[in-house]
């Protein structure tokens, strides 16, 4: 997409967050026991009529699939220990009879400015019957931009957690806890992962990135934490990508494996690596002294020189997800009547200057 575009469609999506809250455009909807709303897709829903909604959801375990297929939509637990959504499904079992992913995930996303805060979403596939394929907890469709998760845990038993996948799309993520089997971290486009932890259950790699369709896009990782099982490896990709990992500390349980591109005996599927090798990495810290891991980047030559924080640098001026959750969580304090819920922590990661 033309970065012109791009900076447009921030500001004018900007305008339309800050009226939300400001401007006494959005709606509150809440969800629980003895609630209007009993389950959290016929709150999704209901929601069609407003402009912006939230969805307030109180303690419990909510087994259901959820479609959201609207704009400008939050959908807050109490808290992520007590506000849980479960499935279990296998993508291979659900392709079956489907020609799509579309359902494939516990929560399914095909819009924009979407947030998620204060749940846990597992898929419980893998961890009930030992298959550790495909199965995904968060999946991002064709429509998928600005997608917040935070104060989240998003767990699976298998391959691809969290897989946010529009080519040109922009997600946040910020302290929150991913657990899963290979790649289970994967999105395509432009990530910022802050203040966040990483459990890998397979000698395979944690992250993945696609970021083929522009020389700019990138995942960026910062203050968080990975561990798992002895062995695991760090990342890889298939297509173009740009890892930065910045200020973030690493388990010696993580394999001497540098981030490395997956190749395939069959050419006809080969992707042209047309930026090279983009593996970034400052200020970490790991028992294990791998060469790979050492300085090749300072943060500094972009924050302040060109950028006023992280997230202006990574997605290039077009997005501050952290104004977007305060404005959400003044929008809770007011409405909610004193109901309770997590404090949002919206400290970003502080980078080394």
Not at 113 to 120: H, R
Not at 251 to 262: C, G, H, L, Q, T
Not at 291 to 315: C, G, H, M, R
Request: charged content about 20%.
């Amino acid at each position: 997409m033309n970065r012109v575009i791009i900076i447009f469609l921030g500001v004018v999506f900007s305008f339309i967050a800050e009226a939300a809250f400001n401007e006494q455009q959005t709606k509150l909807y809440i969800v629980g026991k003895h609630q209007q709303y009993t389950n959290i897709q016929s709150a999704i829903d209901a929601s069609v009529e407003a402009l912006n909604a939230v969805i307030f959801i109180k303690p419990g375990v909510y087994e259901e699939r959820l479609f959201i297929t609207r704009n400008n939509i939050a959908l807050v637990g109490e808290s992520s220990k007590n506000t849980i959504i479960k499935t279990s499904i296998l993508r291979s079992d659900w392709r079956k009879t489907h020609p799509s992913d579309w359902g494939a995930a516990a929560v399914n996303i095909n819009g924009t400015d979407i947030a998620l805060v204060n749940l846990s979403i597992v898929n419980e596939y893998g961890l009930l019957t030992g298959d550790h394929e495909h199965q995904f907890a968060v999946r991002g469709f064709e429509l998928s931009d600005r997608i917040i998760t935070h104060n989240c845990n998003i767990i699976t038993g298998g391959a691809d957690t969290l897989s946010l996948w529009n080519k040109n799309g922009r997600y946040y993520h910020s302290h929150c806890y991913f657990e899963g089997h290979t790649d289970f971290v994967c999105p395509r486009g432009t990530a910022l992962i802050e203040n966040s932890k990483f459990y890998n259950q397979k000698r395979s790699a944690t992250i993945w990135h696609d970021g083929e369709l522009n020389s700019d896009y990138k995942l960026v990782v910062s203050e968080s934490e990975f561990d798992g099982i002895k062995g695991f490896w760090l990342a890889r990709h298939h297509y173009d990508a740009q890892f930065y990992l910045l200020n973030s500390s690493f388990s010696n349980n993580m394999a001497d494996k540098p981030i490395f591109r997956k190749r395939y005996n069959n050419k006809a599927v080969e992707r042209p690596n047309l930026y090279g090798q983009r593996y970034f990495f400052e200020g970490n810290r790991s028992e294990n002294q791998f060469s790979w891991l050492e300085d090749n980047f300072k943060t500094s030559d972009v924050i302040p020189k060109q950028y006023p924080d992280l997230a202006a640098w990574v997605f290039d001026n077009t997005w501050q997800p952290n104004q977007d959750l305060s404005r959400l969580s003044q929008f809770l304090i007011e409405s909610l009547n004193g109901q309770k819920f997590e404090p949002f922590n919206i400290n970003a990661a502080k980078t080394k200057m």
